[in-house]
């Protein structure tokens, strides 16, 4: 098999360890997918609840742009639809998807919320929206998803683009892997410290006037 796609297996193994690690996903779900040209690497079905996230590259799937299995021993991820249905949307602008079970973002999923960027790293993602509900595993799923990212392609390209599924976890498409996986750290993050600002400050408004500000600040520094 081709080094890239022995070398990408490897990657999608480690970063799906670090996030079930940093409790950016967990045992019940979860899948991280890379293009390499014209196959997918996927990680497979059960990542999460029968191998702690703990794979060897050998477990990670190699599939066409179909979804039809090339190489690797598990079965498909239930998620898979969305993983192909964003690669085959927008190949143009990034090569990894993300789908992650990310602590800080189940609460907002949780409460049909929006997460605004309230930290100049997460600007550049701006709003991470809700997309209608569907079920986990649905193709609805995977169109209002790629719906969602529709006009998103820049920040694709640049480094990322996501959405949130209500009850669910959040679906992002990135650069490459590096660039996707740092993105759902960040966005975890945001989400904690949004969190934190209603434990601590008491506010119910997501900060709406000091985003206004550091927006304003922000602006006057953009070409
Ligand atoms: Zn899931």
Redesign the pocket.
């Known amino acids: 098999m081709d080094t890239a796609i022995q070398q990408v297996r490897f990657q999608i193994a480690e970063i799906g360890a670090l996030m079930y690690d940093r409790q950016l996903t967990d045992a019940?779900?979860?899948?991280i997918s890379v293009r390499v040209g014209d196959v997918i690497c996927l990680s497979p079905r059960y990542s999460g609840q029968r191998k702690r996230w703990q794979l060897s590259p050998e477990d990670v799937l190699v599939i066409d742009r179909e979804g039809n299995k090339l190489e690797g021993k598990g079965d498909l991820s239930r998620?898979t639809k969305v993983h192909l249905k964003l690669h085959n949307t927008y190949a143009d602008s990034g090569t990894a998807v993300i789908?992650a079970?990310a602590q800080y973002i189940l609460v907002f999923a949780a409460m049909n919320r929006s997460i605004p960027p309230v930290l100049e790293q997460t600007v550049k993602f701006g709003d991470i929206q809700v997309v209608d509900y569907a079920p986990?595993h649905s193709q609805d799923l995977a169109d209002n998803i790629a719906n969602a990212l529709k006009g998103q392609e820049s920040r694709i390209s640049k480094q990322a683009a996501g959405a949130i599924?209500p009850w669910?976890?959040l679906f992002l498409m990135g650069k490459d892997l590096d660039m996707a996986y740092d993105a759902v750290e960040r966005i975890n993050t945001n989400a904690q410290i949004l969190l934190m600002t209603q434990q601590y400050l008491g506010t119910n408004d997501y900060l709406a006037a000091e985003r206004a500000a550091l927006a304003a600040a922000m602006g006057k520094y953009e070409k």
């Open positions: 019940g779900g979860g899948n998620e789908h079970h986990a599924a669910h976890g």
